[in-house]
């Protein structure tokens, strides 16, 4: 069940202790309900406190399950998911936990005014929201979850100013979504991950640029993709598992020399690429 579907669930039944009687809560009061601050929740001083008199189907409140003045985010979440119109009153409040779920039902043009908050688990809801127009203003966001999410949500044409981001995490986003053009920027960052994904997309002949990276694992992505006529660039790498790939797609003279390669697993692959093209020809 997704996590905003068991949210909206209907309290479940009071619990049955061993000796067969009730407890003297439900099961899902299990966690006391207390405010940010540590203290028993006091409902006659809440804002919002003539809800407390409907009933749960009639959208009220009900202290332990659905309250804003809850320290546990879920009972917070549930207050504002059946009253989202009382959101924009407290995206001021003290606690960050509201201030981030009330983010989640405001209507779009409160969220500029959160942009800025002091909390990074506000900033990404705000990220996750924010429109277009606005987004790109918090590329400079200084925690990296909250740049994750811009980077994901960013316009195209608007990724390159994180191509230099400090987080490698950042860059990957940028290497999965920015157009292969733009990916020759990356081809040397200094994170291994960055670069295979850089590996998988990069066109030619701007992949040929990568047959002598240090890492091993872009190496063989670029022998799944070089052109069959180029693999020789490869034939002679220090790392089998690369020669292994290339021995994976040779032909030719390229396919005679493998066969003979100082690596056991290199031989059998190439043997098993030469059965195949001959059965192909077969």
Known sequence: MP???AMDTP????????????SRSPAWDDIPARDWQGRAIDCTACAH??????SADDGGCEPGRCCM?????????????RHPTLAGAHLQHPYFEVRAIAARHVELF?????????????RLQVALRLPQRLLARMRQDPHREVRLRVAWRLAEAELPALLGDVDEAVRLVVARRIAPPLLAALMHDPDRQVRGEVALRL???ALLGLVADPAPEVRRVVAERLPAPLLDALSHDTDWTVRWTVAGRAQGALLQRLLRDDEPDVRERAAQRQDELEASHG
């Open 3 to 5: 996590p905003d579907a």
């Open 69 to 81: 003045q809850d320290a546990y985010a879920r009972r917070i979440d549930r207050f504002f998911r």
């Open 203 to 205: 066109p030619m002949p």
């Open 49 to 54: 406190h003539v809800l407390r008199a409907r």
């Open 11 to 22: 309290a479940p039944a009071a619990a049955t202790l061993p000796d067969g009687s009730g």
């Open 110 to 122: 409160s969220l500029p005014a959160l942009m800025d908050d002091p909390d990074e688990t506000v």
